[in-house]
């Protein structure tokens, strides 16, 4: 089978389109997060969001929908914005440290998932699909779901980034400066809850967070500029998205886990390398050329950028 025919294969078409978009978008999501040090948050979600594929399954099977999981990505994306949306609420009335809240989605929401499952006639094997992604299962109404959800994260993504940045770096400065605080932390919260649903067919909901967060880490490593930051994630999460998925078109691997394999092994090589590379380089503005991309220095290790204008 050469290259041809991958590309000419209507199953392969639909899973590159999937795969393609999945990775252009969750980097983006992704770079709010590490931003709020919220890295984990992908995987609360998709813990929440498998409970919500159990209940559209236990729901298509009472209605006797043909197949009984009709419902199950409805049911993710409804479970997992409501996760988000819990988990933004705890964190900013401060009841609950954010990991507490965190470690109360991922039990939560895998059990939940487990007991529904059982309840629509199911077994946990029924979500293993899910779980570690099945790119097979793509279908073309699953395809125009993930173009519709990935266009809107991508407009609100990169159409609110100054503000979104603005937020995410310093929310007191944010609040001074009269910006809808509440509205936009909500933002970013369905944001990621969006990813992780449109995510889930190509890598799985334990995997998804590693979609979003690796690709990242690879920007940051070689640029300062949170821009550049969210660009170079994207190019790499398509990168590795289209290529771990035609590998599996000749080799009977799982898609979702070559593909975080694949990022993984990409922030190994630059990590490894880019020290050498710096060395050589004089310490100076990244970008000189333009003025309005010049990155400002933050204390050591908080992982978190800035930017003159995001």
């Not at 389109?17 to 709010?32: E, H, I, K, M």
């Not at 400065?173 to 910006?179: D, E, H, N, V």
Request: charged residues 10%.
């Amino acid at each position: 089978m050469g290259l041809w025919e991958m590309v000419t294969d209507p199953f392969m078409q639909r899973a590159l389109v999937a795969a393609l978009l999945v990775g252009l978008s969750a980097p983006v999501v992704g770079t709010y997060l590490v931003q709020r040090r919220l890295a984990l948050l992908g995987d609360g979600i998709g813990h929440v969001a498998l409970t919500g594929v159990a209940l559209g399954w236990l729901v298509g099977a009472g209605m006797g929908l043909v197949p009984d999981d009709v419902l199950a990505v409805p049911g993710a994306v409804v479970a997992a914005v409501a996760g988000s949306v819990l988990i933004e609420v705890v964190r900013r009335r401060g009841r609950t440290s954010g990991d507490l809240a965190l470690a109360i989605l991922f039990y939560g929401g895998i059990a939940g998932g487990v007991l529904l499952i059982g309840l629509a006639g199911g077994s946990s094997g029924s979500l293993m699909a899910y779980l570690f992604g099945s790119i097979s299962t793509v279908t073309m109404a699953d395809v125009w779901v993930t173009v519709a959800l990935c266009g809107l994260i991508l407009l609100i993504g990169l159409g609110l980034r100054a503000v979104l940045f603005s937020v995410s770096h310093d929310e007191e400065f944010a609040i001074a400066s009269g910006l809808p605080v509440w509205a936009l932390n909500m933002a970013v919260a369905v944001l990621a809850a969006l990813t992780v649903t449109v995510a889930m067919r190509v890598v799985g909901l334990l995997l998804v967070s590693a979609l979003m967060i690796v690709p990242v880490a690879i920007g940051q490593l070689v640029t300062h500029s949170f821009r550049r930051t969210m660009l170079v994630g994207s190019v790499v999460g398509v990168t590795v998205c289209v290529t771990g998925l035609s590998i599996t078109y000749w080799h009977n691997v799982s898609p979702g886990a070559l593909i975080v394999v694949l990022a993984i092994g990409v922030y190994a090589v630059v990590a490894a390398v880019h020290p050498l590379l710096a060395r050589r380089r004089p310490a100076t503005d990244p970008h000189p050329d333009i003025p309005d991309d010049v990155a400002v220095a933050t204390p050591a290790g908080d992982g978190r950028q800035e930017e003159c204008t995001p």
